[in-house]
């Protein structure tokens, strides 16, 4: 097999191993996947991104179509709750490319950690965990606070807590090397009413 082909191939066994929960990071599937068939060649973050979308969309079919809708729409509802602080919904979420296993990534900017949990106990919304969670961005390591919040709708939610000096951010994506962009609330009102399975992925 050619190169590409084996690179193909990898990142089809990659996105498989994901979907099924056998690997939980790009990283390992992909190691994973090339040890399992016999090759030395990976496929970037976003061959194997691509590669899942299309395996979500073969096995859930409409139901995947209906369910990132409605978790747009929920998405709509959580950062009206927030709207003070900026929020944008970005991921798996904002892409337009979920999965079954898919939750709702959502940055909000402020250093007022408690007013953000009081707000979200106020709109009666489910917090199921709080930690900080270090990250390393352009070469600086810093720590997020993750608030995780779960839906009537069993629909998992994990806040970001950002600073607001970091509201420009121009942040690089690890899975498709472009600037994350996100979706503000009047961003993404529009897509529901325009366009709700819109898929913001680059060419």
């Known amino acids: 097999m050619s190169?590409?082909?084996?690179?193909?191939?990898?990142?089809?066994?990659?996105?498989?191993?994901?979907?099924?929960?056998?690997?939980?990071?790009?990283?390992?599937a992909k190691r994973m996947?090339?040890?399992?068939?016999?090759?030395?060649?990976?496929?970037?973050?976003?061959?194997?991104?691509?590669?899942?979308d299309n395996l979500a969309e073969f096995l859930e079919g409409e139901e995947r179509i209906q369910r990132l809708i409605q978790?747009?729409?929920?998405?709509?509802?959580?950062?009206?709750t927030l709207s003070e602080y900026y929020p944008k919904l970005v991921g798996s979420?904002?892409?337009?490319?979920?999965?079954?296993?898919?939750?709702i990534d959502i940055y909000i900017y402020t250093r007022n950690i408690e007013e953000v949990i009081k707000k979200l106990k106020q709109a009666k919304y489910q917090i199921t965990g709080i930690e900080n969670v270090t990250r390393c961005i352009e070469n600086t390591v810093k720590e997020?606070?993750?608030?995780?919040?779960?839906?009537?709708?069993?629909?998992?939610i994990?806040?970001?807590?950002?600073?607001?000096?970091?509201?420009?951010?121009?942040?690089?994506?690890?899975?498709?090397?472009?600037?994350?962009?996100?979706?503000?609330i009047e961003e993404l009102e529009k897509i529901l009413k325009t366009d709700p399975v819109k898929k913001f992925i680059p060419p």
């Open 93 to 103: 979420v904002w892409r337009g490319i979920i999965t079954r296993n898919s939750d």
């Open 3 to 28: 190169k590409t082909v084996q690179r193909k191939e990898v990142a089809k066994e990659a996105a498989r191993l994901l979907y099924y929960g056998l690997a939980t990071e790009y990283y390992a």
């Open 158 to 184: 994990e806040i970001i807590i950002r600073d607001p000096e970091e509201i420009n951010l121009k942040e690089k994506c690890e899975i498709f090397g472009d600037i994350i962009k996100g979706l503000t």
């Open 71 to 80: 978790m747009r729409k929920i998405s709509l509802q959580i950062m009206k």
């Open 144 to 156: 997020y606070t993750h608030i995780y919040v779960k839906t009537k709708q069993n629909f998992k």
């Open 33 to 52: 996947a090339a040890k399992q068939l016999g090759t030395r060649f990976l496929p970037s973050n976003k061959e194997i991104a691509l590669e899942l």
